[in-house]
């Protein structure tokens, strides 16, 4: 079966701190992976998306992924984190239909 | 303007009620779907269409019903509401699925009581 799953649940930074979040996948053929963000009493916007070509992907508000295949991996960083990316992150794959994983928790403190 | 919404953005029900999340896009995207967000679950898929007149089950279908007589509307129905559906709803449409992504609406927060 196609899933994601993320492995932290709550990760607790202090600002200018770096941040990485895992993600792996398990697919089968082509693979559409996505990370969103959903800021506190908000619907989720994307950050990112990966379809093909270069693994390294760049998103907004300075965060980036990187694709392994080999690892089945797509995890989320961003160097130097502000108080304003206190939010939850998912991970997400897709074929035609797409799937999250539970969520990641991430406070950053001032 | 253009966009997907949802309605109600909050809605109070009780136990055995039948309540109808709406969700209305703008842009003729194909595909539709309905998530409930819940603490520890992430979002979990509850139903989708690929177009018109063709619906089929996610991950948590029971106690949902959807239809989709128009491509820009995609009504979730909880026919007998449970509290375990008390939950926050999310239509989400994408043009083609996969490739092009997927946006999302603002969410609709059910509270079953």
């Not at chain 1, 093909?52 to 300075?62: A, C, F, Q, R, T």
């Not at chain 1, 980036?64 to 961003?78: G, P, Q, T, W």
């Not at chain 2, 995609?74 to 992504?101: D, H, I, K």
Request: charged fraction near 15%.
């Amino acid at each position: 079966a196609q899933s994601v799953s993320q492995h932290n649940h709550h990760v607790i930074l202090s600002e200018a701190a770096s941040l990485e979040l895992g993600c792996n996948y398990s697919y089968g053929g082509t693979v559409n992976l996505f990370w969103y963000v959903q800021y506190p009493g908000q619907h989720l916007q994307l950050l990112l998306k990966y379809f093909s070509g270069d693994p390294l992907v760049k998103g907004i508000k300075g965060f980036e992924a990187e694709f392994i295949k080999s690892k089945f991996s797509f995890n989320l960083r961003k160097p130097s984190v502000q108080w304003s990316d206190t939010a939850e992150y998912f991970c997400a794959g897709a074929d035609y239909k797409l799937s999250f994983g539970a969520g990641t928790t991430v406070t950053v403190r001032a | 303007d253009a966009g997907i919404t949802q309605s109600p953005r909050y809605k109070i029900t009780e136990t055995g009620r039948q309540v109808t999340l709406m969700c209305h896009q703008t842009w003729s995207h194909s595909y539709m779907f309905w998530y409930r967000q819940d603490l520890g679950h992430g979002l979990r898929l509850i139903y989708y269409s690929a177009a018109a007149d063709i619906t089929d089950k996610g991950e948590v279908p029971d106690g949902y019903v959807v239809s989709r007589s128009k491509t820009e509307n995609f009504p979730l129905t909880l026919e007998s509401a449970t509290r375990s559906q008390t939950s926050v709803y999310f239509c989400a449409s994408s043009p083609t699925g996969g490739n092009y992504g997927y946006t999302f609406g603002s969410g609709t927060r059910l509270t079953v009581v």
